[in-house]
């Protein structure tokens, strides 16, 4: 019975156009083609990254951090009180102004104390600023690397094409001829290192820092994995290289921005990121829809009948493509922000730190109430200790 599911779900006629099938892609003539038991090596790979970046963030990281003054900024603890930690936890992290009153009256705490409370409760589970910049120079360096080893690939299938012309027309054939070109093995490890890589990021997305597109992330990781797969399994090589080296192209543009936004750096960080910007609206709103997606989407439909791997292919394909709309509203609403001179870019996707400077004020009112036998409420002040994060 399994056998039969199995023929039934790897049958031709789902992966393939009328006419092909799985025996084109059975090594032949010194010609080696894509296997599904190739994808397993990926796991380990992506065990390899998940310790490779730890190395890389103690070792590199964060002494580059230290060159660039990059620190963490002390924060005001919040001070014991089950009352609200339980409401925060379970309840709400941003409470109403009538749950505010409420909690006041059950913790025994002014309203304004309770106010505090929350924003310091918030503040810490916040990322420090250490984090995210090493955090974004592990991405950068991997993107960068990945952005030439894709340019590598690209000219490694010029050279074995003969020429730039020939590569060209071998990368952008339909879909069924895409799955006749042999793999090359600077092709393979392209494939491996990259899916490894986003293999690695969905292991650790519960630790990395979470931001507002924290869901479009989680599509973006499940889609990208999947495609690259699914490319890999029907030999669609020369799609998927291109592909992956379009995001590539603009991915280690902004995690650059990123670092020299953390470092202070806002003018370069301004520069990097209208380049970044520009990027990224050219490779995957210009580029890749009208003419990576055209060539997997409609030309081929000129040429045979559409088939249920023809639209997985490029069902994925525009879940990415929406997703690259998405984040473009968000690129250009922080460009418009810094270019007429209002300062620099503020990353719309980061939860920003609340400041404390507020507390720091009134706690030093609260001192001297406190020296000279004035109490709030008929009760200790709940923060007179002003405990600092360690």
């Not at 503040?123 to 991997?142: G, H, I, M, V, Y």
């Not at 012309?165 to 879909?175: D, E, T, W």
């Not at 924290?214 to 990781?221: A, C, T, V």
């Not at 008929?378 to 200790?385: E, I, K, Q, S, V």
Request: hydrophobic fraction near 45%.
């Amino acid at each position: 019975m399994l056998s039969r599911l199995s023929e039934q779900i790897w049958a031709d006629w789902i992966w393939f156009p009328e006419g092909h099938g799985w025996a084109d892609l059975t090594d032949r003539d010194g010609q080696v083609f894509p296997k599904t038991q190739d994808l397993w090596a990926t796991i380990p790979i992506a065990l390899c990254f998940l310790v490779c970046r730890q190395i890389f963030e103690r070792t590199v990281a964060t002494p580059f951090a230290a060159l660039l003054g990059v620190s963490d900024k002390q924060r005001f603890r919040a001070p014991p009180n089950p009352i609200l930690e339980s409401y925060f936890c379970s309840t709400s992290k941003h409470p109403t102004q009538s749950s505010i009153e409420s909690l006041s009256k059950q913790s025994g705490c002014s309203v304004r104390q309770v106010q505090r409370w929350f924003r310091r409760r918030r503040n810490q589970d916040r990322p420090s600023k250490l984090k995210k910049f090493r955090e974004a120079c592990w991405r950068f360096t991997f993107y960068l690397l990945a952005f030439f080893a894709g340019l590598a690939v690209l000219i490694d299938v010029s050279i074995v094409s003969q020429s730039v012309a020939i590569a060209g027309c071998n990368v952008f054939q339909p879909l069924c001829l895409v799955s006749l070109q042999p793999l090359l093995p600077s092709q393979y490890w392209y494939y491996m290192i990259e899916l490894g890589f986003y293999i690695s990021l969905i292991f650790s997305v519960a630790t990395d820092v979470k931001r507002k597109d924290f869901k479009e992330q989680i599509i973006h990781h499940v889609a990208t994995i999947s495609l690259i797969s699914f490319s890999w399994l029907v030999n669609y090589i020369r799609a998927g290289t291109l592909i992956m080296l379009v995001h590539d192209a603009s991915d280690y543009l902004m995690e650059s921005a990123k670092i020299f936004n953390y470092a202070g750096w806002k003018k370069t960080c301004n520069i990097i990121f209208t380049v970044f910007a520009a990027v990224f609206i050219v490779t995957r709103l210009v580029i890749l829809p009208f003419w990576i997606i055209y060539t997997t989407w409609v030309y081929p439909l000129t040429l045979y009948p559409p088939f249920l791997g023809f639209y997985f292919f490029n069902g994925l394909m525009l879940v990415l493509q929406a997703l690259h709309i998405f984040w473009a509203v968000l690129i250009l609403r922080m460009v418009v922000k810094f270019l007429p001179g209002n300062g620099i870019v503020e990353d719309e996707r980061s939860d920003k730190e609340e400041t404390d400077s507020e507390d720091e004020a009134e706690g030093r009112e609260q001192r001297e109430k406190f020296k000279n036998g004035h109490v709030q409420n008929g009760h200790t002040l709940l923060n007179n200790n002003h405990s600092k994060a360690d």
